[in-house]
């Protein structure tokens, strides 16, 4: 037997006042399949070697830029080196570094959205296809064991308890900008109300594409046709914090899709409901262990995690036995833990996970509402 | 002292087989303010008189049709003939009955919608005008005592809970016909789903001017502007049986709008979400006693029917202390007991009970939502 | 066709500032089974008048007294005296009013607790034997659909999704007693606090005989023995306002019962869980229209009133189709509706309908209660 | 700013087919607090290896017994022999190794039931006492963010929004033993049903103490009296599944507690409601992040996970923003990570960690509820 040692990684982003980038790591040590060896945490030198300190990297590889990172990184014998880029930045960062780091023989695991344009989407697209590397696109929600459970339940067609698709409505509310909070100085708001920083897309951007890929996800089809209206609610905010679409599937179901955040009081209010012919299926995100599935000759039944009765995807996507809830933590460490197995494998990505073709679409996706909320809400 | 007696009320349909004629029957009989004395309960006379014997209506007035029962009631003495007549046929019928008993001096309790199109709606409007009797359009989740302390929630606009008012989302989802019912024969399927007897909108009628209805009565605004997709899924049929718009209300808030018969499982799942500066609201039909009540620095708060905590208007809503679950059946009655209190008084209706203003914005709903879609998804 | 008239009510008790006398008014008017034709409403003559006038009673029947109603009402001719006797007093009258009226040739429709001591209920039950008159003890709960639909699924035994009954865990928790409310003059607190006027148990007989009742009717079987604790938390108050029991069954299946007044901010918290040796079961007051079914292979399963998979019993317990919730007055209503067909039969009470046999065990078990908690808890 | 390294973790059980040692080592490894060094898995050597190289431990520290691990790794240089040893074994062998441990200079996390007896649990704490080094009793629900939160808001007293305690219900509720699943062989239901292995109380060790730590953890109060029952109901099977007592505080608060694993379909239903003077909470395992607060004069609150409005001991509970779900391993987690912030300190257990004395405790409820049940069910 071989012992199979973690997978070290290096991280981009993640410095004191970030969330994303505790989470990513968070996400990589929790099966022991990472080990957090590197980073370009900050841009302020000594917020980098102050997180790094807390979080065990040796001050030699916290580095002052992700250039020097990679550089450096690269240049280590190969035992020791980093093996995979993690990228937690603003987006507007996002393809500059991974296609460095692909290009420099680094596996990348990127947050969403992918990146602020289709031409930034392509090139890293185009990276990523020269590269013999792989590309993860940390879409979350994709690793909640009941939204695989729903994915399976709705693959299985006219066999399974949906039938043919006809509806979807998903929707991403949030209330922590229902006020000019980045005016404040707030971290998180200044950023991801700043175009510059985070895109064309506020809410679009941030929490729309979620929606969106957890409808593609789950349906396993694209969206070909929307229909959509987005607006600020808060004067003088430079994005969108609020966008509304009528969505059309490849296969002739519709629906509707919404975010916002200017809904007080909700926190991260990502569901999604579908139905069939046959039946229906119901998730919240807020409650991520319940699947309601609905049908036309009983109640409604709630499946949850951990079940003997679940799908062999969804029973592989937990870590414990029934009854024991599963996190967005955990949901997020399946990405990472199955990006492991795939680098270790030598393969390709397998096709459940969010990779580079999920985040050219998701980028496509906010650049379609925008361009059809500016004429008007017409059809794209 | 003087010994208060019921109304007495006479009914045009509501024959055997029949859903909504019991219902209203039931909402009148429930707090002792209106006694069923007269009916054309059915076109079929022995299906009349098994239901008017049924009902302890005499056999002497239980009539072959509306035209004979407005005739023969109209030249009973005052103080035996029938004050109200209460319209719960197929919608088609609704226009010529209420104008007939308006003219012949009755008061009219008709069922929603309120009619087929805008023209019939407009001459109702106007016999009500002319007539000094009351006229009531049964939109009863109106009242429901916590759409009602709904409303009066976002009534108190900056100084209430909620602010003002930013994002609307209703839906009314239903899935009982999913499959082509109507060809089975079954009487609901079969009239809701044809034109001639139920108007040009099939889920927009039947459920779609519900939703509509609620968000207009909750926010206290007229949606103005509106783009909507109407849909047949199930094959053949002649109405749609879906449908979904963006709206926009007259202060600048927006939102959306979603009703449907094709979601298998879902029962009348007739639900509002609304969002304002300072907070927001969640009200679900299924679970009618709970509002829920948003807000920026606490969680979630669930106001209970029968709460010493509660508005007036909602306290006066309930008939049981709080605890004791009030359904679909008191929400109606509610109408209806509020309904012989304008009577009684011999006053104007009350400004919340819905009324011929509202019938006819119903059908304008539905007609600009078909005439949006018609156009590929326009404003109007 | 024979029309099928109203039966003639009465009631004892039900005046201005009680609540459960309106219930059994709305709860008898409901189906249009009753009309309320005469009413001892009561001891303040004007005070009846007073109700008598809001309620439709002529003067001449608002009566002063309830041995004055019963005399005066017995001498009227038949076609127009009342049928039935509904009984809403405090406790400590029932048994005088319930035996006068049953040995006067009344039916008798009576509140629960029905009565303060085993030797009330003894000469209650005697009466009835001696009377060829029904009796009707109004354990609402016993009418809600789903609670039928339990009791249903229990009696199908191995057949069926419980199995063999093992557990049940019943209670009922309010909060409106949790401080000396009684003290401030308050009728409802003074009445149900004052041994005198509502018996020696205080929540055990304000709700601890639903919580009871509950348990045998949806069991099917009685409980045989119990240890309990009764105590006080509110000072000076000369009733328990919290119980808790050790329960078991005929068949050997045990389980807990607990009541209480002082859970300060939980309103009607009656429910239920129990589970055999296939399944289990869920049902709480507050969501009456929610039946959880749990099972082995499968996740939990809602069903709801309304719907065709329900049994026939549960089904003719509604009133309006699947997902128009039926609320408390409703469940009140089927145990008038039902008794109102029993009277017309001619016939005995059915067996599903609480009666005599339901009244004394309630009566035994609050003192059975009391009895254990003295002794320090120990079975009987 | 000097690195913060991980603590190095040596783990006894947990090799495959087991399931808390994997909970564990997750848990420990999250944050990366600790690292996974050296393991006795398994007495079977080769699954020893097995485990330990899919975990990532040196084939040279997976050790053939628990014995032999203490000895070498004690023998080790101080900077790399494990400074934790993680007990995951059957209950039976906690103490031998918890003690050998301590004496041997390791720190200990213990998973729960502490031991079989009391004796042993007493000779554990006189080892805990005599070394210098810590000792973690994982009760992990102790460590989820709401049920720190509902502690807080009792230890508010009059002051915060429970007042003056009175009752307590707490249950734990599972179905996975209601067969006899035992003699199929199944690894955790083999053990758990062993007394030889599991200690004398079934469901009371595996399951009841963690309603009796739960009850105390948020009441900041002892259970100082009993009364119980329990039973098996499944033919054979040497330890209870099912138990129920009534209890009692130290403060007069009194209250119920009941366990059972022959709940069908019942997965981990863990839930705690409280009720004092003034309000009351209510907290459910299988959604953890809600905490529902009753008070007199507005409908039930709830507090969720990572909000501002919570207390600094529930904010500093969790790892993410509010609305993202924290789950059952997060809970787990924080015991790991304050337990290392403990070790690190130098100085002693905060108080809140369950320690030596919680376990003692649990160890002496087991016992209570045991004698009190063969007694007939007297108060202990």
Redesign the interface.
Known sequence: ??????LRLAMVGGGPGA?IG??H??AA????EFT?VAGALSSDSDKC??R????????ARAYESWRQMLEREAALPPETRAEVISIVTPNHLHHEVAIAALDAGFHVACDKPMTTSSANATAMAEAVARSAKLFLLTHNYTGAPMVREARELVARGEEGPIGTL??V?V?Y???WL??DLESSGQKQASWRTNPALNGPGGSLGDIGTHAHNLAEFITGQKITRL?G?R?S?VEGRAVDD?A?A?IEFESGA???L?C?Q????????LSI?L??????LEWR?????DLT????????????T????LSAFAQSSG????????????SFANLYREFAAAIRSGGAMPEHLPSIAAGVRGVQFIERVIASSEA??T?R
């Not at 037997?1 to 973690?6: N, S």
């Not at 200017?262 to 209010?269: A, I, K, W």
């Not at 870590?319 to 955990?330: K, N, Q, S, W």
């Open positions: 037997m071989k012992t199979i040692l973690p969330f505790a989470v790591r968070t040590l929790m099966d022991g957090l070697q102050e790094a300190a807390e979080w065990g990297i040796a001050p006809r509806k409505y929707e509310l949030q209330g229902s006020e229909l209206a607006r609610f609020d509304m009528l519709d629906g509707m919404r916002s200017v809904c007080v009081g909700r926190e991260n209010g409901q139905f069939g012919t046959k039946g229906g995100q807020e409650h991520p262990n599935i609905y049908s036309a000759n009983e109640g409604p039944l709630t499946r949850r951990g079940n003997g009765y870590r414990v036995p029934a009854g024991h809830p599963e996190g967005y933590l955990e008007g809400s059809w």
